[in-house]
């Protein structure tokens, strides 16, 4: 069809999972070929428009638009796929545009190209030969040098094709090409990277600047289409007039191909909407489009209408400034966003849905290539934008006094619209009663679950009961009330009901990296921390996507005999994408269930005695179940596994891939104990010196000596200050060799003796009270476990969990510590002995219980250090967290540069003062100024010691 382009992949590097990389700057030429290709059929058809004598003059006309009296001749092959709907025209013009953008693209990226177009043929991937009647003239490669000089950006400059979905648009305004509009027809080819629009291409085939004396009607004038002939005398068009602009996310070569006139930014207060003529009363579009005009009236600028026809002619007049904020109407879909929103986003704009998040732009073959073989399926991919689209230029906040963002006009205006919150009613089953949490009710690819998906995943997939016997889910919600928003995560509640008025939740965490901009902030300053964040994150979804060995786990440890119960939370779905080569296009969400208060789940900000107690506990039922065993000559991979815990009878039978959905699956021992237990963090934990920041041993001392001053200054020591510094010193040089001995560094530091938790501060803790069992423990949110000390677990949930009165038993020493600090008398960093003995007690009772575990699980309590020996472990790993404590979390210089100057005595009273709510994700010594005055007088005692704690060698039971 088009003999002379070439594949440039034909010797293709391939990575590691088979797939061809190729260049970006090979995909924009291709791309930018077949936009001109599409572009040409379409003039091809528009030129023999009335034309007798080859078979397409019909005859028949239509008008030039609903308020025209003037008329023009239908193009070949046009017809209404609903008779009542006059945008539902379909000509020879958008199959022949098709057929030709798709061949081009196969042509120069490979027959196995992902490509959804809005007039898919039925054996796309084998085009059939061109046929005369609305074929496109041949087409060939590029004009040299058309793209060379266009900056790829860094991070895209090659790329796995299998990651590649272009979205073809072949004729966007094809009710205005039938209609004779022609300066509104474009050909749209868009491609998403990764579900993620990169590059937009725009064609024009009409573009009246490249061929019409301004003075000329445009629409007449663009309608005169310069004919040839190709060797059997068929008229054929010619290129001239067709213009091509496209743009790529993050060049910094921006827009290329504006076409004139370019209008200047508005910078006098208006804000001129976009929007279609006849979008009609009482629709979302039209109660959105009052709604923009309130916001910008708010803003305190003008507001103006600006009657725009079709998706991409909208966002050309963005581009062009003639306005600066755009709607589409609800027949639009992601061939007519995808390569509008990159060029838009090229030039500084924004395009989302009506509810303010990302419009989804991944095809049905994507997802599934990244479904887990039993996994269950997701819901049918619609490609229609049934949430709305919203596009603003990067002028309109200037135009509306600076006061208006595009985030804040969606999130204010617009998803309180009742018409627009009804857009959600066909997935949510019902119109919401209470703000909703819409943002975060979404699958991993950026769709609302709907009723029938989630009953899949809660009602039937887990308990494997039948759809025809399961109970539907007739609606749901996801209340704003129970929905948090953190740095990493972002969560809610899905609380759905049944025929029969019964009901249930689920919790939801969902985890799209280029959705939040800590992530984002990451990318650009601590790139290693995002890549440590994704691997938390998978190591999450190796454990729980070992389903059957939660279910062990949790049987095992149901409340009876006097025993409260310990359950680590269930998954009804994990879906994970993880990118090595991009980390910030990882993507994951856990549906899971629901610890609620409606069954007596209470999440505390700091644990009290008894509910410390029950952690602690439910840590060494943990520790046991996910003993190691033994250790051969060369650790953990060559463990017998012998004496390891029940784990072992349930390794799954593979391990998380890269993209997957994980749901519920069996296991079996396929993959082998150590291949599984490889599949989590080496090193257990966040702390450890290899996942933070580079030089913080350096770091260490400056650090005390600015928190020392604050604590000198507020009165909160009396202590000779040479004295204090010593410890602060003696901390700086043991500091490397203790991080080593716990974290199994040193050659002389124990064996790792189990999988531990890795994070067990008080957040990741639910309980519940029984009259006969006591205190029964949730276990969540495991991305930092792995292999470690079963102290080292202990240590960080009493300095992370505890509050003071839990780790100080006695309630005299507790208060006078907190009347101390309180008072600023100068003798809040007095030890006391009465504090020490609590703590050993505790520790005591979890050495005791890890024991009394071990033989439980049939181990006998083989490999389990002596008391001395775990004593000596807590401490170490207590010593070891006042490192990044001191470092990390409390350092004033630290906490400016991250926008905060308060020192560390006002972080902490402010964080105590947010309450339990507020200040639930912080660790306990991070928001109690009296329990971090209490960790400074243990690491002084403890710092007394640690020479004699690193010699002593590890003593087995």
Not at 1 to 8: D, K
Not at 52 to 60: F, K, L
Not at 626 to 637: D, H, N
Request: glycine content about 10%; hydrophobic content about 40%.
């Amino acid at each position: 069809f088009f003999p002379s382009l070439q594949c440039p992949f034909s010797n293709a590097v391939m990575d590691v999972q088979g797939s061809e990389i190729a260049s970006f700057t090979d995909v924009l030429s291709a791309c930018v070929a077949a936009a001109r290709c599409g572009c040409n059929a379409i003039r091809v058809v528009q030129a023999r428009r009335g034309v007798s004598g080859i078979g397409e003059d019909s005859g028949a006309t239509v008008g030039r638009g609903a308020n025209s009296s003037d008329s023009v001749a239908l193009p070949a092959g046009a017809v209404l796929k609903d008779p009542s709907d006059p945008r539902s025209w379909v000509t020879a013009a958008d199959t022949a545009a098709q057929l030709a953008v798709t061949t081009t693209l196969r042509q120069a990226l490979g027959l196995d190209l992902d490509i959804v177009g809005e007039e898919d043929l039925p054996n796309d991937e084998h085009p059939p030969p061109a046929t005369k009647l609305g074929a496109a003239a041949p087409c060939g490669p590029l004009p040299p040098g058309e793209t060379a000089e266009y900056t790829i950006p860094a991070d895209l400059t090659t790329v796995p094709l299998r990651d590649l979905t272009i979205f073809v648009d072949p004729v966007d305004g094809t009710r205005e090409f039938v209609e004779g509009r022609l300066s509104a027809v474009q050909c749209l080819v868009g491609v998403a990277y990764r579900g993620r629009p990169v590059l937009g291409v725009i064609g024009l085939p009409f573009h009246p600047a490249a061929q019409c004396d301004p003075a000329q009607e445009v629409d007449h004038c663009a309608a005169q289409v310069p004919l040839g002939k190709d060797g059997e005398g068929v008229p054929l068009a010619e290129a001239t007039g067709v213009h091509v602009v496209y743009g790529m996310v993050g060049s910094p070569s921006g827009v290329c191909g504006l076409p004139p006139p370019q209008q200047p930014s508005t910078t006098n207060a208006v804000a001129t909407l976009a929007v279609s003529a006849d979008l009609g009363k009482g629709t979302a579009v039209g109660a959105a489009k009052d709604a923009i005009g309130r916001a910008v009236a708010e803003a305190g600028a003008e507001f103006r209408l600006a009657p725009t026809a079709a998706c991409g002619n909208k966002i050309m007049s963005l581009l062009v400034n003639a306005s600066n904020v755009a709607i589409f109407n609800l027949g639009s879909s992601a061939w007519d966003t995808c390569a509008t929103e990159a060029v838009l986003a090229a030039a500084g704009g924004r395009l989302t849905t009506l509810f303010g998040w990302p419009v989804p732009h991944t095809s049905l073959r994507y997802r599934e290539s990244h479904r887990r073989p039993g996994g269950v399926p997701g819901p049918a991919v619609s490609h229609a934008n049934r949430l709305g689209v919203v596009a603003t230029s990067a002028a309109f906040a200037s135009a509306c006094n600076n006061r208006l963002t595009h985030e804040e006009l969606c999130k204010k205006y617009l998803v309180p619209v009742p018409e627009v919150a009804a857009l959600l009613q066909p997935w949510y089953g019902g119109p919401p009663e209470e703000p909703q949490a819409v943002d975060v009710a979404r699958t991993v690819w950026g769709d609302p679950y709907t009723t029938a998906h989630l009953a899949q995943l809660v009602v039937t997939h887990p308990a494997q009961v039948s759809p025809d016997d399961a109970m539907p889910i007739v609606r749901y919600t996801a209340p704003e009330s129970s929905a948090v928003r953190y740095k990493q995560s972002h969560a809610c509640r899905l609380r759905w009901t049944h025929p029969d008025g019964s009901g249930g939740s689920a919790f939801l965490k969902r985890i799209v990296l280029r959705e939040l901009p800590q992530a984002m902030a990451k990318l650009r300053s601590a790139p290693f921390k995002l890549t440590r964040d994704v691997q938390a994150n998978v190591n999450e979804a190796h454990l729980l996507g070992a389903a059957e060995m939660v279910r062990d786990f949790n049987r095992r440890h149901a409340a009876g005999d006097g025993a409260a119960a310990v359950e680590i939370v269930t998954p009804y779905e994990i879906q994970t994408c993880r990118f090595d080569d991009g980390p910030i296009d990882s993507r994951f969400s856990l549906l899971l269930k629901d610890f609620c208060a409606e069954e007596g789940w209470v999440q505390s900000s700091q644990l009290d005695r008894s509910q410390l107690r029950a952690a602690l506990a439910a840590i060494a039922a943990f520790h046991a179940y996910f003993w190691l065993g033994t250790p051969g000559a060369e650790g953990v991979s060559d463990r017998a596994f012998e004496r390891a815990g029940p784990w072992a009878e349930y390794v799954p039978a593979g391990s998380i891939r890269d993209c997957q959905n994980v749901g519920g699956g069996g296991a079996s021992a396929g993959a082998g104990a150590a291949a599984w237990i490889h599949g989590f963090w080496r090193c257990a934990t966040y702390w450890d010196l290899a996942k933070q920041p580079a030089g913080q041993l350096d770091a260490l001392l400056p650090s005390w000596r600015r928190i020392f001053a604050v604590l000198h200054e507020e009165s909160l020591v009396k202590t000779a200050e040479a004295e204090w510094d010593r410890v602060g010193v003696e901390l700086s040089r043991v500091a490397g060799a203790v991080e080593a001995w716990v974290h199994g560094g040193s050659p002389s530091a124990p064996p790792r003796q189990t999988l531990i938790h890795g994070d067990p501060k008080a957040a990741n803790f639910f309980h519940r009270h029984d009259p006969l069992t006591g205190v029964g423990i949730g276990m969540i949110d495991f991305q930092w476990m792995g292999q470690g000390l079963c102290a080292v677990d202990v240590a960080y949930c009493v300095l992370a969990s505890g509050s003071l009165d839990a780790v100080v038993a006695n309630p005299q020493a507790a208060a006078q510590l907190r009347a101390a600090v309180q008072a600023g008398d100068g003798s809040a960093l007095d030890a006391s002995e009465v504090e020490g003995e609590s703590e050993e007690h505790l520790v005591f009772e979890v050495h005791q219980k890890l024991r009394t575990a071990l033989k439980a699980c049939g181990d006998g309590g083989g490999g389990l250090p002596s008391w001395e020996q775990f004593w000596r472990e807590y401490r170490l790993a207590f010593l070891d967290l006042c490192r990044v404590m001191l470092a990390s979390w409390w350092d004033a210089t630290g906490n400016r540069e991250r926008g905060n100057g308060a020192t560390v005595v006002q972080l902490l009273k402010q964080r105590e003062a947010m309450g339990p709510r507020g200040g639930l994700v912080f660790n306990a010594c991070n928001k109690d100024l009296a329990l971090g005055c209490w960790a400074l007088r243990r690491m002084r005692v403890y710092i007394a010691s640690v020479d004699d704690f690193l010699a002593h060698p590890a003593q087995a039971l």
